[in-house]
């Protein structure tokens, strides 16, 4: 076995990979609540896990159940526009902006 597939057997948790595969398929139609049903069977997994994943985006406040199933929430797609705001600062700081030297 090579060194590499080691390592990945290793540090891979079933878990910690089903979460973000969950926060992956919900990110593709922001807006769109998905049900348990259907997020479970897009990614193919089980009832249990799918619920369990869902159950801690809620706890953390990274998901919301709403009526018609679940999605992200804003404190979860919050992070990308931090990062965002992060590197256009970085730019205006290091570049020099259009006209100046």
């Known amino acids: 076995m090579e060194s590499s597939e080691k390592e990945k057997r290793q540090y ?3 878990n910690q990979q089903a979460l973000m595969k969950v926060v992956e398929y919900l990110a593709q139609d922001i807006l769109i609540p998905k049900t348990q049903r259907e997020v479970s069977e897009a990614l193919g997994l089980s009832r249990d896990v799918t619920f369990r994943t869902l159950w801690n985006l809620q706890d953390r406040e990274w998901g919301e159940e709403l009526a018609q199933g679940f999605r ?12 965002r705001l992060a590197l256009a600062d970085t730019l205006r700081k290091y570049l020099p902006q259009e006209g100046q030297q």
Do not use: F, T
Not at 74 to 82: D, F, G, M, S, T
């Open 12 to 14: 891979v948790n079933d």
């Open 72 to 83: 992200l929430s804003p404190k979860l797609v919050a992070i990308p526009e931090r990062l």
